[in-house]
């Protein structure tokens, strides 16, 4: 399933609580608590738009992770998000203003969190080649602005980009009912991305084109995560 936005001008909590414990009822309480989150993640099955708490779900270039924890504040657990990044954890505090409270409030909740995950190799990750997903996940890929959006050599190292991410997402997801999700910005030179052509010729189907609405999302704050300006949002127009 693609769904579409647009791009172009890219350029363009916690409560306090007083708690006595001894350490090791502390180490089996966290076990417990583990436990109680994922049976309760199961037995009450919780929606945020197309995603799904039952769902296993892997997230692919974040930006502040704050897709991830809208997700997992909506499900009330994350122990079925991997959520990963192209970036290492000094440069997500160095881009990003809430990137690392996002990150341990994830964790907080269970999200495995990994960095340094390049979506065009991430079959081959050490970790990630031993899962099955049932959706993969990743909004607005872009390879950073190296030259101008419209020019062939940006255009070529985008299409390149979502190509890999195809690849790899296919042999990550699970065979019944895997589903691979692309938000994108529509129209030129989006387009020329080739999206869905490219899916097609490595054996994906096109199931649904959904529009993406950012409001679907509370907490999400689409990233420009590149240059001087990587913790701005960029207009996503008719989404
Ligand atoms: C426009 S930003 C979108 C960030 C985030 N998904 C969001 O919606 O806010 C594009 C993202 O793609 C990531 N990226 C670029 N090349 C990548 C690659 N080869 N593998 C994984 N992520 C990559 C960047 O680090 C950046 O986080």
Not at 64 to 93: K, M, P
Request: aromatic residues 10%; charged residues 35%; negative net charge.
């Amino acid at each position: 399933m693609g769904r579409e936005g647009d791009e172009e001008e890219r350029e363009s909590k916690e409560e306090d609580e007083d708690d006595f414990h001894t350490v090791d009822d502390d180490e089996e309480e966290e076990d417990d608590d583990d436990e109680e989150l994922e049976t309760e993640a199961v037995k009450s099955e919780k929606w945020k738009k197309y995603y799904s708490s039952k769902q296993r779900i892997l997230l692919v270039g974040e930006g502040d992770f704050s897709f991830s924890l809208c997700l997992a504040r909506a499900f009330g657990s994350a122990h079925n998000l991997v959520a990963t990044s192209l970036d290492y954890q000094e440069h997500i505090a160095k881009k990003y203003s809430n990137g690392i409270g996002n990150v341990r409030e994830l964790e907080e909740r269970g999200c495995l969190v990994l960095y340094g995950v390049d979506a065009k190799e991430m079959s081959q990750h050490f970790f990630l080649r031993t899962q099955r997903f049932d959706r993969i996940v990743y909004n607005f890929p872009h390879v950073g602005f190296l030259f101008r959006e419209n020019s062939y050599c940006q255009i070529q190292l985008n299409k390149r980009l979502v190509k890999g991410f195809l690849k790899n997402a296919k042999v990550l997801l699970r065979k019944e009912g895997g589903e691979i999700h692309v938000t994108h910005k529509e129209g030129d030179p989006y387009n020329k991305w080739e999206l869905v052509k490219k899916a097609e010729k490595i054996g994906l189907v096109l199931h649904q084109v959904m529009p993406f609405r950012k409001n679907d999302y509370p907490g999400y704050d689409n990233k420009r995560a590149h240059g001087n300006l990587s913790d701005a949002s960029f207009p996503l127009g008719d989404s």
